[in-house]
């Protein structure tokens, strides 16, 4: 199929458009966009700066994908929006691009829901299956890993970094890196649960479901410590993959300062 272009659009004749893509009436299209087949932009988006939108997206009214990083310190660098394959990107949702502080890079991957008014700032890291709820916001250089849901109206601490699996409740401040599997939710936000509602619908063996929830019994309600807890789970047979990357996440998330491993690198 050819290429649909409304009236009343702005595109750049430097933007580089592919084939099968519908751009809706009053869109704003800069030079240094690239828009991947069967992409719909449906009206009044805007993408500026270094954009790359990738195949079969859906982006709707009011959203602004490539604006500046919102940092008093950006320098004007030509740094970029990077997005995926079959994404929902809803109304007046905001993307920032990447500051010089990383690689210069605001990063979403494929298959990810982003309702209306949810923002993601500069140098966010966004996995796969992830779904960002109404009004969510994110902070700079916030990594939220594959298959993580995030409940309407919360906002993550820059630095922070969500974890597989992992489910924040609404109107929840999240201050601190959330464990893959588990479920926060509170002002601060404190982990609850073994997020099992996401574990069951991904198809994990109830065994594992199980090992995940004495894991998080033996480090969030016994507080036996990190290190006792996994040979407590090592004699019980319940150190499994996850269990695993449950374990060595809450090991970086100590390491760093304010419960969020990846603070050091604000240092850096």
């Not at 916030?142 to 409940?151: E, G």
Request: proline share 3%; charged share 20%.
């Amino acid at each position: 199929m050819a290429t649909y272009v409304a009236d009343h659009v702005s595109i750049d004749p430097r933007a580089e458009i592919a084939e099968d893509v519908h751009i809706g009436p009053f869109c704003v299209v800069g030079p240094d966009v690239r828009i991947g087949h069967g992409t719909r932009l449906e009206n009044h988006v805007t993408l500026m700066g270094h954009v790359e939108l990738g195949e079969h997206n859906r982006v709707y009214p009011g959203a602004v994908i490539g604006g500046e990083p919102q940092d008093i310190s950006f320098g004007g660098a030509a740094t970029r929006v990077v997005i995926g394959d079959h994404n929902i990107i809803r109304e007046s949702v905001t993307i920032n691009r990447g500051s010089e502080k990383e690689d210069g890079i605001t990063r979403i991957g494929s298959n990810n829901f982003l309702m209306a008014c949810c923002h993601v700032a500069h140098d966010c890291k966004i996995g796969n299956h992830v779904i960002i709820t109404n009004s969510t916001l994110l902070g700079g250089h916030v990594h939220v890993h594959d298959h993580a849901i995030l409940s309407g109206g919360s906002a993550v601490h820059h630095f922070a970094t969500i974890g597989s699996y992992a489910f924040v409740g609404g109107l929840s401040a999240v201050r601190c890196d959330v464990p893959p599997y588990v479920l926060v939710e509170g002002h601060p936000a404190r982990p609850r649960c073994i997020n099992i509602v996401a574990l069951k619908r991904n198809n994990f063996a109830l065994a594992e479901i199980e090992a995940l929830s004495e894991a998080f019994r033996l480090l969030y309600r016994a507080k036996v410590g990190l290190e006792n807890a996994r040979e407590i789970l090592n004699g019980k047979g319940d150190l499994n993959y996850h269990v695993n990357r449950l374990l060595e996440f809450v090991a970086r998330q100590q390491g760093g300062a304010h419960g969020r491993g990846r603070e050091r690198r604000r240092a850096a």
